[in-house]
């Protein structure tokens, strides 16, 4: 079963979206192998019905026609207006009032026939073989197998290029994210579509939107892992509208999609399921709209013995390189008990006083306050000197008069309290 578009608008990228094998028969028209597709849509008129309806989605004016072979199906969508379904085996019936000129006879060939009286495929069909052999030659049978609609050949297949885009030429200004959500929603089904027919998905979305004012407003989303979810990527889209709205109408709307290989992973037979890296993505986007794009972020690896170290906008927390060693010398020797440290985002600032060069009494923020009992430090770490942000600090653990236990550290910004032990 073949496919053939006649018209304007991207037929090619419309065909696309529908199978791997395009032919670019002629500058107004495209014709796609079809076979198979009743699979996914039904019968030969759900299948029509879905192809015209993403026509007019996409701004396609085309006629459409549906046939068991390319030339058949080409001159259907050629010669008659709106979706032609060419039935198999009466090809040469449905097809016989057409005029011969669409079969694109030579000049001489055509005044021939006209000559004869013959001006329609049926009745050129009508004449016996032989008899146009010998008066017409090669050229002539190949016109009446296409005229009877019996011609049979492969198509001639177009590559398409890995350039994954749609764009929308709004006729009036959009000023409301639902409407453009609504049109957003359009091009990623059909950009999803086209990648899931390569076995390829997405690790980036990209959005261009044209404003009344002449300024473009430009978004990028990067994925986590590679996806192919138009409902989950719609959502982040809007999220992320929501917190970066355009500030004029829309009147033009571009997305492209970057593609790659699908993720390929195998989840262990004993191991609980991990969230989806898509949905978690869409999650932390909802809550970046609630708290504020700088409050949401994820754990990374800094080349540095830094406390608290960060980069761009993500903490990490490392600890010192000496608390990880009096740590691991307590786990090597499991008669000596140690705590966990609940660390204080961001430290807490704190007034110490010294005695003969010993902590003594501590007072900070968050009812902290009382004498010092017990201490154990200083210890002194320090790093990164041989650049311009230098750092060094004496670090302590203390016990207080009131029951609890503090980790402190004297910094060039002054004394602070970095945590508790539990």
Do not use: M, W, Y
């Given at each position: 079963m073949f496919a053939c578009l006649h018209g304007s608008g991207p037929l090619t990228a419309l065909a696309f979206e529908f199978s791997p094998t395009v032919e670019r028969t002629a500058p107004d028209t495209v014709t796609f192998h079809a076979a198979g597709l009743d699979r996914l849509f039904g019968a030969?008129?759900?299948?029509?019905?879905?192809?015209?309806?993403?026509a007019a989605e996409t701004g396609c004016k085309a006629n459409l026609a549906l046939a068991a072979n390319p030339d058949a199906a080409i001159c259907a969508a050629r010669g008659f207006s709106g979706v032609s379904i060419v039935p198999e085996g009466d090809e040469a019936k449905y097809l016989g009032r057409l005029p011969l000129a669409l079969l694109g006879p030579t000049p001489e060939l055509q005044e021939t026939l006209e000559r004869w009286g013959i001006r329609r495929f049926q009745e050129l069909a009508a004449?016996?073989?032989?008899?146009?052999?010998?008066?017409?030659?090669?050229?002539?049978?190949?016109?009446?197998?296409?005229?009877?609609?019996?011609?049979?050949?492969?198509?001639?297949?177009?590559?398409?290029?890995?350039?994954f885009a749609d764009e929308i030429e709004l006729e009036y200004p959009v000023?409301?994210?639902?409407?453009?959500?609504?049109?957003?929603?359009?091009?990623?089904?059909?950009?999803?579509?086209r990648l899931a027919t390569?076995?390829?998905a997405t690790d980036e979305l990209r959005l261009r939107l044209k404003l009344e004012s002449r300024a473009t407003h430009e978004r990028t989303l990067r994925l986590p892992v590679p996806a192919l979810d138009p409902k989950a990527f719609l959502k982040l889209l809007q999220l992320d509208l929501d917190a970066h709205p355009p500030p004029a109408p829309v009147v033009h709307v571009w997305l492209g999609m970057n593609p790659v290989k699908p993720r390929a992973a195998q989840n262990g037979l004993f191991l609980p399921l991990s969230p989806e890296p898509?949905?978690?993505?869409?999650?932390?986007?909802?809550?970046?709209?609630?708290?504020?794009?700088?409050?949401?972020?994820?754990?990374?690896?800094?080349?540095?013995?830094?406390?608290?170290?960060?980069?761009?906008?993500?903490?990490?927390?490392?600890?010192?390189?000496?608390?990880?060693?009096?740590?691991?010398?307590?786990?090597?020797?499991?008669s000596v008990p140690f705590l966990a440290l609940r660390m204080f985002r961001p430290p807490r600032a704190a007034r110490l006083t010294l005695a003969s060069g010993q902590p003594s009494f501590?007072?900070?923020?968050?009812?902290?306050?009382?004498?010092?009992?017990?201490?154990?430090?200083p210890w002194r770490t320090s790093g990164d000197w041989w650049t311009t942000d230098p750092w060094a600090r004496d670090e302590w653990d203390i016990a207080l008069s009131d029951g609890a236990l503090y980790r402190i550290y004297c910094s060039p910004r002054g004394w602070f309290v970095e945590g508790s032990y539990d």
């Open positions: 030969l008129q759900d299948l029509a019905a879905a192809i015209a309806r993403r004449l016996p073989p032989l008899g146009i052999a010998e008066r017409l030659g090669p050229e002539g049978l190949r016109l009446r197998e296409l005229a009877r609609g019996e011609a049979e050949r492969k198509l001639a297949p177009l590559a398409e290029p890995l350039r000023d409301l994210l639902e409407p453009l959500a609504f049109l957003l929603a359009r091009l990623l089904n059909g950009l999803t579509t390569r076995a390829l898509v949905k978690l993505e869409l999650t932390l986007a909802r809550i970046r709209s609630i708290v504020g794009e700088d409050r949401v972020g994820s754990p990374e690896l800094v080349d540095t013995h830094r406390p608290d170290a960060q980069k761009g906008d993500r903490r990490i927390f490392p600890a010192s390189a000496t608390t990880i060693e009096r740590h691991r010398s307590c786990r090597e020797n499991a501590l007072a900070a923020a968050g009812g902290i306050r009382g004498k010092v009992l017990e201490f154990a430090g």
